[in-house]
């Protein structure tokens, strides 16, 4: 079975720009979250959703925002772009609670974001 | 709130000697505490997960933690390092209703021949 995969892989951008990263979950998850990782820091939790709602946000500004389609991809989108904003981004997806894994997130390779 | 600290930012052992990487949560509802191992330049992967079951939790890659409640620690052993286990070490607490992962610093684990 496939894992998680993350487009694109590597990004440059410049300060003010705007980009969207994609996600796609382990087939038959619903859920997808959002993690941010700061080179030399642990990941910092983005968004989840499930069901294309959002369940969870964590400490970003409104700059950052994310939705869920039918089939369960994901988007991230970061607006208004910032040197600070440089980072690898991770996707996670996870099973239902009937699932005997579903309290574990499955992560994606990640998508590096460079803001120049 | 949740937290986890991870005490060292580097640790370094010889090959086939004891790997122990230390974390300690903190939670104010029974958590879930997992370790993921991340290798240059590539996502997370889970090596283990206490979940409320078994305080000794038996991992991928010959690796185990036990949940000591008392100290509030989740500690990651190793009996014998093997040069590819040479990577990023990651804790982590959610709690038991909501999939948010809070994660520790990391810990580099760096295996010497």
């Known amino acids: 079975d496939a894992g998680v995969t993350q487009s694109p892989t590597h990004l440059i951008k410049t300060r003010g720009q705007q980009v969207t990263l994609r996600c796609s979950p382990i087939s038959g998850h619903k859920s997808v979250s959002w993690y941010q990782q700061v080179l030399g820091q642990g990941p910092q939790f983005i968004f989840q959703?499930?069901?294309?709602?959002?369940?969870g946000r964590g400490n970003f500004p409104d700059r950052f925002s994310a939705r869920q389609f039918p089939n369960y991809s994901s988007e991230l989108n970061v607006n208004a772009l910032l040197l600070g904003d440089s980072a690898l981004y991770l996707c996670?997806?996870?099973?239902?609670?009937?699932?005997?894994?579903?309290?574990?997130?499955?992560f994606g390779p990640g998508t590096r974001l460079t803001v120049l | 709130a949740q937290s986890v600290t991870q005490l060292g930012s580097h640790v370094s052992v010889s090959e086939g000697a004891l790997v122990l990487l230390r974390c300690n949560y903190s939670s104010s509802v029974p958590p879930y505490l997992f370790w993921y191992v991340q290798y240059p330049n590539q996502g997370l992967q889970l090596l283990l997960k206490?979940?409320?079951?078994?305080?000794l939790v038996k991992g991928i890659n010959g690796f185990e933690a036990e949940f000591k409640k008392s100290e509030t620690s989740f500690h990651l052993t190793k009996p014998s390092a093997h040069m590819s286990d040479a990577a990023e070490y990651f804790c982590?607490?959610?709690?038991?209703?909501?999939?948010?992962?809070?994660f520790g610093t990391g810990t580099r684990l760096l295996v010497s021949p």
């Open positions: 959703y499930y069901e294309k709602e959002e369940r």
């Open positions: 982590a607490v959610s709690d038991q209703g909501f999939q948010k992962l809070v």
């Open positions: 206490y979940t409320s079951a078994a305080t």
């Open positions: 996670a997806s996870s099973a239902d609670q009937a699932s005997l894994s579903y309290n574990e997130q499955f």
